[in-house]
């Protein structure tokens, strides 16, 4: 059998502007990076607090690689589970006010796990239709009843809610909605599930370390906690700036995905120095407001300089501002004028997001200077300018 029929499916995605490409980074991250030979300001990493490149998590990490090897040897529950990962388990447990946390490899595997361990065939779930894809899969996987509600919409989950008959009920939403950077209605979703007596899951993997209180989320920013959001999910390889990612819940939650959640089960443990560096960015992130402060006022000049240029940025007060563009074509266009001028901005089209509303996705960091800040903003008046 041959691939022609592929070759022409990939054909036509680069007619439709469609076609993903791999940029290699010859750099570490920051504001500025090495791409394919040149230097360019980058304004597309998830690396929110600038930590990825932190001189002390990369000692951490050298110290951690030193201590306990390279590799995780194996599955947490065989021999893989060490002392780092354990007194990060404890710590991230602590930070967020619940009884336990259990390390997961990415935060893909996070969502797969503990839904797939939560929900059957006998049971439902509910995603906001703009839920990250890790959740959107992990729901399909799990044989539960699956609907989606309208985006933020708490009148259109309780509908749906009120119709279902399943054993559990499960209502899932992105804390911080990762290509459009609003927050979820975390009062009004909360309220519902409980009246409709259903457990609600948060991914916060663009809020943790960003929003609430000291970085602890989206949860804490709206002042709930464990009764409301019993189960709460945080990635580890966005602010935190290294990789992986964790559930957070009682006792009883983080026993029953230890039994079953098979991406905990059956795969390598993170390696040990990547919960060692982990630690080290816990402790920055802990002791050093002014990087969400200096965030905070990016994320005002960056609103404030688009809306003088007549910009159309999204209603987002987090780090990840998209502008909205709307053809696939016109984004990849835009993008590649921003690149002309030495910026790396990605565009961000469907199936990632709906169709008609591709983007190009700004994403800022506590590292930018106001002067990079200001370099973009002319960028982006002149790419319209170049794509007009
Ligand atoms: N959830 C959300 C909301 C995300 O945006 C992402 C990553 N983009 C993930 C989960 C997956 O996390 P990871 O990259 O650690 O697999």
Redesign the pocket.
């Known amino acids: 059998m041959s691939f022609d029929q592929l070759q022409a499916e990939l054909d036509q995605r680069k007619r439709d502007h469609l076609y993903r490409r791999r940029r290699v980074l010859e750099s570490a991250q920051g504001p500025e990076v090495q791409v394919d030979g040149r230097r360019f300001l980058a304004f597309c990493s ?1 690396d929110y607090l600038g930590l990825a490149n932190h001189p002390e998590v990369i000692a951490a990490m050298r110290d951690g690689a030193a201590r306990y090897g390279v590799g995780g040897g194996g599955p947490h529950l065989v021999n893989g589970h060490s002392a780092a990962h354990h007194e990060l388990e404890d710590a991230l447990a602590e930070f967020t006010g619940r009884e336990r946390v259990l390390l997961f490899s ?6 797969l796990g503990a839904i797939n361990a939560l929900l059957g065939k006998q049971d439902a779930i509910f995603q906001d239709r703009l ?5 959107l899969d992990a729901g399909l996987l799990s044989g539960a009843r699956f609907q989606r509600y309208l985006h933020n919409d708490a009148d259109s989950l309780a509908q749906r809610l009120a119709k279902a008959d399943a054993r559990r009920k499960l209502v899932v939403t ?5 290509m459009d950077g609003d927050l979820a209605d975390l009062p009004g979703l909360a309220l519902v599930a409980r009246q409709q007596g259903a457990w609600l899951m948060v ?4 809020g943790f370390g960003c929003i609430g209180r000291g970085g602890r989320g989206i949860v804490d920013h709206f002042g709930l906690g464990n009764d409301e959001v019993p189960v709460l ?1 945080g ?4 602010a935190f700036g290294t ?3 964790f559930v957070a819940g009682s006792e009883t939650l983080i026993e029953t995905l230890i039994q079953l959640a098979r991406t905990y089960i059956y795969t390598t443990s993170m390696p040990p120095a990547v919960a060692c560096a982990t630690l080290a960015s816990l402790r920055l992130l802990e002791r050093e407001d002014w990087r969400r402060e200096r965030l905070n006022s990016l994320i005002a000049r960056f609103r404030n300089g688009c809306r003088q240029l007549g910009l159309e940025v999204m209603d987002s007060p987090t780090p990840i501002q998209p502008i909205l563009v709307g053809e696939s074509g016109k984004a990849m266009a835009m993008s590649a004028a921003l690149e002309a001028q030495g910026i790396f901005v990605s565009a961000i089209r469907p199936p990632t997001v709906p169709a008609g509303s591709a983007r190009l996705r700004v994403t800022l960091s506590a590292e930018h200077s106001d002067e990079q800040l200001d370099r973009l903003l002319d960028a982006l008046d002149k790419a319209r300018g170049m794509t007009a």
């Open positions: 998830n990415t935060g893909y595997m996070a969502n839920n990250h894809a890790s959740l992105d804390g911080v909605f990762s991914d916060d993997a663009h999910v990635t580890l390889g966005k990789a992986g990612a």
